[in-house]
Structures are given as C-alpha cells and as structure tokens.
C-alpha cells in the first residue's frame, strides 16, 4: 500500500525533499531500491550513538514498513536500524529520570515521540523470536529489551526462549539483554548460575558471568570475576560476543562496553589483562576507545599537573598496556589512530605520542 500523497507532504515541511523521496521508495517493487532507501533515512537519522531532532518524523514509517515489508533481508535490515534507535544515546540516557531532577521535560517528550512508535510494534517483535532465521529471533529480541515498559512481558518471552533456543550465540545475547532489564525486572541469578555450573556453551556461560557482574554493581564476589577471568582468558570468545554486537547495531561496542562501566577500580584492576592484551589491541580498535571514554577514563581529560601516581591501577595498567604494545602503534593506520585518538581523549596530545606517553608513565607530569 503506497503511503498517501497528503501525508508526505505534511512530511516534507518537517524533513526536506530528499528524505520525503526515500521514505517514497520504501513501497518500491524493488527491494534493492527499498534497502537503499531505508538506509539512506536511517543514517540521515543516526550518527555513532546519536539520533538527529526530525527522527521522531520518520520513526512512524520505518514501524509501518515492517508489517509491509515482503523480503527477509530488507525486513531485517530495518529491524537493525530500529534497534539502534532504540538503544541510542539520546533514548538511553533518558531511561531513569527522578521526577524531582530538574530537566528538559520538552526534550524529554520528544523522546517519547521516538518511543512510542517502537512501543506499538511490541506483539510484532514477540512473534518473531520464533522466526526460523537466528538473526531475526536476536534483532526482535534486541528490540523488546529496549521496551522497558513492558519488560514484564518481555522477561517472561526472553526466559521460555532460552529453554528452547538452539543457537549458543542467542542464547548468551538474550542472558545479556536480560540483565539490561534487571531494573525493571530483576535477574533470575540463581538461573544463571545454574548455566555458569552446567555443561552448556562456553559463550553462554561467559554471557551469564558477564550479566551477573553487571547486575552485581561495584563489587561482584570474587568468585564471580574469577569465573569470568576464567572465560574471558579466551579472546575467541570475548570477540565472538562483541562482534555478534556488531553485526546487528551500530554502536555495537559501545553497548557492549557498557556492562564494565559500573565496575569499581577494585574488580576492574583484575579484568584489564583481559580486556587488553586479550582483546581491545587484536583488531578490536573500537574497543580500545571505549576502554577509555566509558570504563576506564570516564571522567575525560585529565588535569594539567597530572602524574601517572594520580591515577587508579586500572588507568595505569591501561595505559603501560599501551605503550608497550607494539600492534597498537604498528598494525596499520586505523588502529594506531584509533590509539592516538583515544590519548587525546584523555589529554595527551603532544606528539610523538607514544614517547610523550613513556614519559608520563616515567614520572613527568602531565
């Protein structure tokens, strides 16, 4: 069914001509033609995280064309940008905000105008994590965690699929999207620590390792982070499960990082050999600047004076990782720059980079 003239025309005093045009194509004959459309709006919406004020305009339609949408492929490609709507930083950020807290509460209802569309489509997503394809059983999945509202429901949905659930890889998301809701919707520990003592994949095990720590806050037990060392030794799997991120949002990293974020320095300071040497430098650049900006360095630069005894044991391991790390200054263009960006990050932005850093770590103040 096309989408009627007078409809678009309110549109297009909202977002432009062009984007008018794509949304157009989405009823095209052609699915080449429909993917490219929507992926033309998508990124004109969406940009590492962050969505533009007008996305409230076009939500409604990308929600419209999955009921309409014909072709697995196409229909699956707009899941993922649904998904990454959903989990952006705009949306995100305004998950949990005291009534008391003084705010944009216009800006607060624009969110909402973003939401509320996603919300609709609820039922949609829940029968497609019966869906013969993986893929479209984990982007439904992604979708419904980010439903909060109804996470009651979803939790209910998430826990009888993992019971039935053949893939090792969905299996460990759907732990992890479950401890995303443990707020709304505490996490099932003893269920999860059943998986850490069962025979199951060791990918799922890790997952379940992963969502109790998260769910756990600063400190988790100690046998917890040594179950987790335990896994995580293997950077096959840690690898696995960020790529997995990937291959279905745009900010896979960045989401992913987020469940170390609430670790104190105490039970952080034993997780950095893994999630350095192990992992942020085989080709996990993104990583490394997120090891930086959201779990080690969050506070940002730091202040002139500085010096390397200043700083917490996880920020000095992360940064002697570094300067002593061949790869991440020799393995190419994107990874060395993804290096040196993420030191300027943090304030070092004198070159050569890697000596000036030698030298903080040296005793010279910053």
Known sequence: MDIPDIELEELESEVGHEIVQEIRNFSSDNPNVREQAIDKVFYRMYHQGDLHYQVNFVIPFFIRQIYKETDTEVLYRILCCIASIATSHNLSDCDYIDNSEEYDWSYLRWVNSVRQPIYKALDFYIGLLEHDLPK??????DILAACKPQSTKICTQFYDRLKREPEPNIRASLLLLLAILDRETPLDKAFCEEILQSDDAEIVKLAAAISLMYVAGENPSQELLEQFIELGDRPDLLLQLTDYYDDRYSDGHGLFARFF?????????????????????????????????????????????????????????????????????????????????????I????????????????????
């Open 347 to 366: 304030g070092i932005k004198e070159k050569p980079k890697r000596e000036k850093l030698i030298q903080f770590l040296s005793g010279e103040a910053l």
């Open 136 to 141: 479209m059983r984990i982007i439904a999945a």
């Open 261 to 345: 974020e609430r670790l104190s320095d105490r039970a952080l300071e034993q997780l950095m050999p893994i999630l350095t040497y192990r992992w942020a430098f085989l080709e996990s650049y993104d990583f490394c600047d997120l090891l930086f900006e959201i779990i080690v360095f969050p506070e940002g630069v730091m202040k002139p004076g500085t010096a390397v005894s200043d700083l917490t044991k996880s920020q000095q391991f992360l940064l002697r990782a570094i300067a002593d790390r061949n790869e991440a200054w020799e393995s190419g263009v994107t990874i060395r720059s993804g290096t040196e960006s993420s030191l300027t990050y």
